[in-house]
């Protein structure tokens, strides 16, 4: 099936610093999402990316969905000890099925105050 | 409103037990998904539905089921509970068409056969 290849799979690093984590695909996808998991709960949508070339932002959060549709990257700036968790990236699949989701393996982040 | 609800929250079963997790949305969603979650991995597709009465496998569907009689429900059937289905799954809805809008996923449910 179809794979996004995430990195890094973990990060640890002092709280105030900035982070950046990306997703690639060898396929192209027009619907790039982050996603945020917390221990013991579901992914919660962070940001969703929609044209190829944007650039959001959700306060602390920038992700960007790469120009030519294989990749997406989200930064987040000035981390702060409840950015603990895993982030996923997603895409939209349309082949074969009706909005379903695939994920990459996520990034881990740790935060040291 | 509750978003996506899942029960239960924690389930240890035999190898060769049956059993039923329940996903209940009250956001009016077309669509409704069940993932599953394991270690270093993100989520898998394993059935989902694209309104009542219809399902659909996804990408890992052998030794589940699943029934989607009301808008509202989404069932997950374990048949004979093997160990390689220990895992956390989880039910997601969302409304029909591009965008995935509203998307949205419930808290899990834990789930280790021994």
């Known amino acids: 099936g179809q794979q996004l290849n995430q990195s890094p799979q973990s990060m640890f690093i002092q709280e105030g610093e900035d982070v950046s984590m990306n997703c690639t695909s060898s396929?192209?996808?027009?619907?790039w999402l982050w996603y945020k998991q917390d221990p013991g709960e579901g992914p919660v949508l962070l940001i969703a990316?929609?044209?190829?070339?944007e650039l959001t932002s959700n306060g602390r959060l920038t992700a960007q969905f790469g120009i030519t549709r294989k990749d997406s990257f989200l930064n987040i700036s000035a981390s702060i000890p409840s950015d603990v968790g895993i982030y996923f990236c997603?895409?939209?699949?349309?082949?074969?099925?009706?909005?379903?989701?695939?994920f990459g393996k996520g990034t881990k982040l740790s935060v040291k105050p | 409103n509750a978003g996506v609800t899942q029960t239960p929250k924690f389930r240890v079963l035999k190898t060769g037990q049956s059993m039923t997790l329940l996903c209940a949305q009250d956001?009016?969603?077309?669509?409704m998904y069940w993932y599953r979650q394991d270690p270093g991995m993100g989520l898998r597709l394993i059935h989902y539905?694209?309104?009542?009465?219809?399902?659909a496998k996804g990408e890992v569907p052998d030794g589940y089921n699943v029934s989607r009689l009301k808008k509202q429900n989404f069932l997950l059937g374990l048949e004979s509970a093997a160990p390689s289905q220990t895992s956390v799954y989880f039910c997601?809805?969302?409304?029909?068409?591009?965008?995935?809008?509203?998307?949205?996923f419930g808290s899990g449910t834990r789930l280790t056969v021994v």
């Open positions: 997601a809805s969302s409304y029909r068409g591009q965008g995935l809008r509203g998307y949205t």
């Open positions: 396929s192209i996808f027009n619907t």
């Open positions: 990316l929609y044209k190829a070339g």
């Open positions: 997603a895409v939209l699949n349309y082949g074969g099925s009706q909005g379903n989701l695939i």
């Open positions: 956001m009016n969603h077309e669509y």
């Open positions: 539905s694209v309104g009542e009465g219809t399902t």
